[in-house]
T-cell receptor, first 113, second 115 residues
Framework: AQSVTQLDSQVPVFEEAPVELRCNYSSSVSVYLFWYVQYPNQGLQLLLKYLSGSTLVKGINGFEAEFNKSQTSFHLRKPSVHISDTAEYFCAVSRTGANNLFFGTGTRLTVIP | DAGVIQSPRHEVTEMGQEVTLRCKPISGHNSLFWYRQTMMRGLELLIYFNNNVPIDDSGMPEDRFSAKMPNASFSTLKIQPSEPRDSAVYFC?????????????FGPGTRLTVL
């Protein structure tokens, strides 16, 4: 089975500072990896995904993530955050070609003016 | 495309009443998922369907919960009887499942309050 660990439940960061949200996964088979964002009172929205190929994946809103197979990690980064990035971020994993995703517990990013 | 559509967006009911949540997936998608989100337990997968067939319902809390997908464009999640601890936001998501194509698209959610 697959599982995801998001090490930080809350991350406060000042506006225009860089941020990294950590995600580690566990799986004995090949996986797909995803980051979703949830703004207040909304559903989850896909930020980016890793399926295969280049380990550096770029997503919407200036976010990127790097797949590191040896460290079983898929950390999310942004070089300069905005107030509008304040939201909950979820990392998710699935077995390649499988139906369901396994979500982490989420990291609440708060951008401080 | 309108995305995943859920109704109602908000539901307030009294303990013991039946509650039905509705979902219309994105056209062409072959998998549908029901999630529940609470502060205490986070995001939980309740059940998912593939080609209208329930594949895994191990996340359904108890017999009070039931889900159906009579066709590719409609699904319901029913709670009968409802209890205050069922208060949560319920999300429906859909995806086209295949090699390289299984990201899920979420609806806006139904906020359920059971008094």
């Amino acid at each position: 089975a697959q599982s995801v660990t998001q090490l930080d439940s809350q991350v406060p960061v000042f506006e225009e500072a860089p941020v990294e949200l950590r995600c580690n996964y566990s799986s004995s088979v090949s996986v797909y990896l995803f980051w979703y964002v949830q703004y207040p009172n909304q559903g989850l929205q896909l930020l980016l995904k890793y399926l295969s190929g280049s380990t550096l994946v770029k997503g919407i809103n200036g976010f990127e993530a790097e797949f590191n197979k040896s460290q079983t990690s898929f950390h999310l980064r942004k070089p300069s955050v905005h107030i509008s990035d304040t939201a909950e971020y979820f990392c998710a994993v699935s077995r390649t070609g499988a139906n369901n995703l396994f979500f982490g517990t989420g990291t609440r990013l708060t951008v401080i003016p | 495309d309108a995305g995943v559509i859920q109704s109602p967006r908000h539901e307030v009911t009294e303990m013991g009443q039946e509650v039905t949540l509705r979902c219309k997936p994105i056209s062409g998608h072959n998998s549908l998922f029901w999630y529940r989100q609470t502060m205490m337990r986070g995001l939980e997968l309740l059940i998912y369907f593939n080609n209208n067939v329930p594949i895994d319902d191990s996340g359904m809390p108890e017999d009070r919960f039931s889900a159906k997908m009579p066709n590719a464009s409609f699904s319901t999640l029913k709670i009968q009887p409802s209890e205050p601890r069922d208060s949560a936001v319920y999300f429906c998501a859909s995806s086209f499942t295949g090699i390289g194509h299984n990201e899920q698209f979420f609806g806006p959610g139904t906020r359920l309050t059971v008094l």
